[in-house]
């Protein structure tokens, strides 16, 4: 365990290096905590010595370690308040009658990554919800655009290749569905579509392979995948310490733009949860805070990713403050 002193040195190391990716030297610890240089320098060695602290060469200041970071926000941390006029505005959001919950939670999170400027992601889960409508957009005379809506608010949509069939077969199925399946919870609608749409279909149209194909898969995609928002998807490449490396800054663009990836960030805890480095699925320069929401409709994952030298304390007193707006609803 730390003395008390070196608790203080390395949480003023880890906040002040959060400000800026400037290796923490003993000079600006001693004005602060009032003690001689040697005492400091003698304190970050001990520190370097247990693995909290990292040189990044000989004659720099010290940066916390992956190590030191998670002492800190094991032991050290304490969650920052919002300020009342942060607060206000989250609850603002969530008192307009005219936003349903999931847009209520997707405007929250949008602000949330603009104060921090971090990456915000909501993971949803559909399993409870259903089939509100299905519609067909022509885009020309061999295409036309598949849609599928939930009661969630969720858009699921297929190309349909019209080159067989024509906008009234299609009108035929799509009115089909909204007559027989609306209402269905999301997960059976695979099942209807192929037992209960497909016989009929089959009877009255005769080139109906296209379209019965483009809304299956659009059903199973919605069946099988979380429904995902991400905030501020740019806002990493803004770190100094991605942005003069472009292997790194192209790696982490594909990273947000795989679904599936982003879909392991799913929280299966209660709490507020902190992933560092190599503890997350998405890369090992990361952190991710991330805790579970659960509601009337169903539940999901709330998450704030930032770089290892994030402002762990603020981050996670909005995971906070939003998570109760969310539940209260």
């Not at 001693?30 to 040697?38: D, E, K, P, R, T």
């Not at 989250?90 to 008192?95: E, G, P, R, Y």
């Not at 947000?256 to 805890?269: M, R, T, Y």
């Amino acid at each position: 365990m730390l003395s008390k002193r070196q608790n203080e040195i390395l949480k003023l190391i880890i906040e002040e290096y959060g400000k800026a990716p400037i290796p923490v030297g003993s000079k600006s610890i001693c004005n602060i905590l009032g003690v001689s240089s040697a005492t400091v320098r003698n304190e970050m060695s001990a520190l370097e010595n247990m693995g909290y602290l990292e040189k990044t060469h000989i004659s720099s200041g010290r940066v916390p370690s992956k190590e030191g970071y998670r002492y800190y926000v094991d032991n050290l941390m304490k969650p920052k308040d919002m300020t009342g006029e942060e607060v206000l505005n989250l609850q603002k959001i969530f008192q307009n009658k005219s936003l349903v919950l999931s847009d209520a939670i997707s405007k929250s999170l949008e602000i949330i990554s603009e104060m921090t400027h971090y990456t915000a992601v909501i993971l949803g889960d559909n399993s409870e919800s259903k089939l509100k409508k299905v519609e067909v957009v022509p885009i020309n005379n061999n295409s036309a655009i598949a849609i599928v809506i939930t009661d969630q608010g969720h858009i699921e949509n297929k190309k349909i290749d019209m080159e067989d069939t024509n906008i009234d077969e299609i009108g035929k199925i799509v009115e089909l569905i909204n007559k027989l399946i609306v209402g269905t919870p999301i997960t059976e609608v695979p099942e209807k579509l192929e037992f209960e749409i497909k016989p009929i279909i089959n009877r009255y149209i005769t080139n109906h392979e296209a379209i019965y194909n483009a809304f299956y898969s659009a059903f199973k995609d919605m069946r099988d995948s979380s429904d995902i928002i991400v905030k501020g998807k740019n806002n990493m490449l803004e770190f100094e310490e991605f942005s003069s490396n472009a292997s790194k800054i192209k790696d982490l663009v594909n990273k947000f733009d795989d679904n599936n990836l982003v879909s392991s960030i799913k929280e299966d805890s209660s709490g507020i949860n902190i992933y560092i480095g190599e503890e997350n699925s998405i890369d090992d320069d990361l952190t991710i805070i991330k805790t579970k929401y659960n509601t009337n409709s169903g539940e999901g994952t709330l998450a704030i990713i930032g770089p290892k030298r994030m402002e762990y304390d603020k981050v996670v007193g909005l995971l906070e403050v939003l998570k109760a707006c969310i539940e209260r609803e």
